[in-house]
Structures are given as C-alpha cells and as structure tokens.
C-alpha cells in the first residue's frame, strides 16, 4: 500500500524512508522497500531525490535532530534558571511523548540510534546537542553552584536527560509491570513530575 497520492514524489519517498528506517534499521533497509513504499516503480527515485539511501538517512537524522530546536521557546534573558531548566523538559517530553509520539516512527529511529548508531551520528551531535549541552550545563552550574566538580554538573544534567527518555526504552516493560496504568503518561504531567523530582535532586547537591 502506497503513502498519499497527492503529496509529490520526494514527500512520499522522505516519508517512505522514515517508515522503512524505522521498521527495519539502517542496516537493513533498501531502496527497493523504500520506493514501494512511496509508490514508485522507479527503484532509482531515491538516488535522483536525494543522492543515495545513505543521504536520504542522514536527511531523516537531522529532522529528528533538529526538531528540539524548531519547538524551544524563544530566548528570554528575563527568565529564571529554574523556568529554563522547566522549559527544557517540558519540551522534550512534549517532543518524546505527546500524541504517543513514542510509538512514531522518528522515535524509533531516535532509539536505534542510542543503541545501534549509524556512522552519521557523531556529526549530527556535533552539530546540534553539543551546542545545547553547553547551555544546559550552564543552566545546572547556576543551579547548583559554580563551585560543583564538572563531574558533578554532567552527572545532574545526564540524570535529568535520563528520566526524559526513560519511557522510550522501557515502555513494554513498564506497560507489562504496571498493566492498571498501562497508557504511557501524559507528557505534560510527566514533565511537572520530572522536572519537580529533578529540582528537589539539584537542590539536594
């Protein structure tokens, strides 16, 4: 079954590609599964759009990447750490979880990259978190004081980043031990929650 008719042939094969990547990893997709996705009989399609299944991939990856940064709020120099520690989680479960974004096929390539990388990864870090981590450790040292060990600070910010993607590698367990709440959590409840455990932590180093 083909994607949307209506949408032009490099939105159905991107689309296609995200599917296919998704269900299969980046290892093992083809062209061939990708273009009769799309609805293409051209197997050659995914060259002409996009250079090469490799291309296509890394395109796919800097979406993902680059979402965070589309859905941020805008820089406020007003704001308080705590607002932009708040801001930061708020958004990122919103990205992770809202509408079941868990079960998206843009997630599920999220999470084989942490678990299988591709030889691209290295790059789109470079490129897009390293620069937000930066930020982000400045926001803890705020919090927590200048003073701390930069051990210290990194072990704060991966700790927070760790409850944010729990979910996303451990939902059918989770969804298994506690089957009377099977639904995964409201993004937003869960960011309040994440975001009230992660003060009561900062303030406690």
Same mark, same amino acid.
């Not at 998704?22 to 609805?39: E, F, H, N, P, S």
């Not at 996009?50 to 680059?66: D, M, T």
């Not at 007003?78 to 079941?100: G, M, P, Q, W």
């Given at each position: 079954?083909?994607?949307?008719?209506?949408?032009?042939?490099?939105?159905?094969? +991107? &689309?296609?590609?995200?599917?296919?990547?998704?269900?299969?990893?980046? %290892?093992?997709?083809? /062209?061939? !599964?990708?273009?009769?996705?799309?609805?293409?009989?051209? *197997?050659?399609?995914?060259?002409?759009?996009?250079?090469?299944?490799?291309?296509? =991939?890394? !395109?796919?990856?800097?979406?993902?990447?680059?979402?965070?940064?589309? $859905?941020?709020?805008?820089?406020?120099?007003?704001?308080?750490?705590?607002?932009?520690?708040?801001?930061?989680?708020?958004?990122?479960?919103?990205?992770?979880?809202?509408?079941?974004?868990?079960?998206?096929?843009?997630?599920?390539?999220? /999470?084989?990259? &942490?678990?299988?990388?591709?030889? +691209?990864? %290295?790059? *789109? /870090?470079?490129?897009?978190?390293?620069?937000?981590?930066?930020? #982000?450790?400045? &926001?803890? $040292?705020?919090? *927590?004081? @200048?003073?701390?060990?930069?051990?210290?600070? $990194?072990?704060?910010?991966?700790? *927070?980043?760790? !409850?944010?993607?729990?979910?996303?590698?451990?939902?059918?367990? /989770?969804?298994?031990?506690?089957?009377?709440?099977? #639904?995964?959590?409201?993004?937003?409840?869960?960011?309040? @929650?994440? =975001?009230? +455990?992660?003060?009561?932590?900062?303030?406690?180093?």
């Amino acid at each position: 079954m083909s994607l949307e008719e209506k949408k032009t042939t490099k939105e159905n094969l +991107f &689309m296609a590609g995200g599917r296919v990547f998704a269900d299969k990893g980046y %290892k093992d997709a083809t /062209v061939r !599964q990708i273009c009769k996705l799309a609805g293409s009989s051209n *197997i050659n399609s995914v060259n002409y759009y996009f250079g090469s299944k490799e291309l296509l =991939y890394r !395109q796919i990856l800097e979406l993902i990447f680059k979402e965070y940064d589309v $859905r941020k709020p805008s820089e406020n120099v007003h704001k308080s750490t705590e607002d932009r520690l708040k801001d930061f989680i708020a958004v990122n479960c919103e990205l992770l979880y809202r509408d079941n974004a868990v079960e998206s096929d843009m997630t599920k390539i999220f /999470v084989a990259e &942490m678990t299988s990388p591709s030889p +691209f990864l %290295k790059d *789109i /870090v470079d490129q897009y978190n390293r620069p937000r981590v930066e930020n #982000n450790l400045a &926001m803890i $040292r705020d919090i *927590i004081g @200048h003073d701390k060990p930069e051990e210290t600070v $990194r072990n704060c910010l991966i700790s *927070i980043a760790g !409850q944010i993607l729990y979910y996303c590698f451990s939902w059918p367990l /989770v969804s298994q031990l506690f089957q009377d709440d099977s #639904n995964m959590p409201a993004y937003d409840r869960l960011a309040r @929650h994440i =975001y009230q +455990f992660s003060m009561g932590g900062l303030l406690a180093v």
